[in-house]
């Protein structure tokens, strides 16, 4: 398991966005709710120092996830897009997929998914930095979880009348054909 940072002293810790404290730095906050408040100084992923974390979440402004439907642009968001265009830096990130206790898991040619994609939505599968900032964000807010070696959900599909259409993840489908995936794994329902 990949390693993150205690938030008091950035002694290596396992990542649990819970609890971002190692044993001893705990003490203080043994009667506190910990989403109460947190008090940090280093960012529970990235370590960094410059940007303390909030006080609501472990993490630094560098971090933190960009909420869904946010279409704003700001200084954050466009050197995190700068970042992730990087075609080199894409290349080397692992998606990492939560298939445990899914019986349901087939895999999927990531073409194919696109397709299907660029049929049922108005989400750019060509030029998906041209899509809106909002669904960038999204993008952007999987790439960083897999950089971190951190898993998420695969794509639903569901099948029905011989027609296949998506239930939930294009963004994760559009993330990993960034990062160079040929296939990947799709809960497939009817």
Not at 142 to 161: H, Q, S, T, Y
Not at 177 to 183: K, R
Request: hydrophobic content about 35%; some cysteine; aromatic content about 10%.
């Amino acid at each position: 398991m990949k390693k993150y940072h205690c938030i008091i002293c950035s002694t290596k810790i396992n990542y649990n966005i819970n609890f971002p404290f190692c044993n001893s730095c705990y003490e203080p906050f043994k009667n506190k709710k910990i989403t109460h408040k947190i008090d940090g100084e280093f960012c529970h992923l990235c370590r960094s120092e410059k940007n303390k974390v909030s006080n609501i979440e472990p993490l630094c402004i560098y971090c933190t996830p960009f909420g869904r439907k946010d279409n704003s642009i700001n200084k954050i968001y466009i050197e995190k897009l700068n970042w992730y265009k990087d075609e080199h830096r894409l290349k080397q990130i692992l998606p990492k997929w939560d298939i445990t206790n899914n019986d349901k898991i087939v895999q999927f040619q990531v073409l194919e998914l696109l397709k299907i994609i660029s049929k049922s939505s108005d989400l750019n599968t060509e030029q998906i930095f041209e899509n809106k900032p909002s669904d960038i964000k999204r993008i952007i807010n999987i790439l960083r979880l897999w950089e971190f070696g951190l898993a998420c959900l695969p794509p639903v599909l569901e099948e029905e009348n011989k027609t296949i259409n998506f239930r939930d993840g294009r963004h994760r489908v559009l993330s990993a054909y960034l990062v160079g995936c040929e296939n990947i794994p799709i809960t497939l329902v009817s």
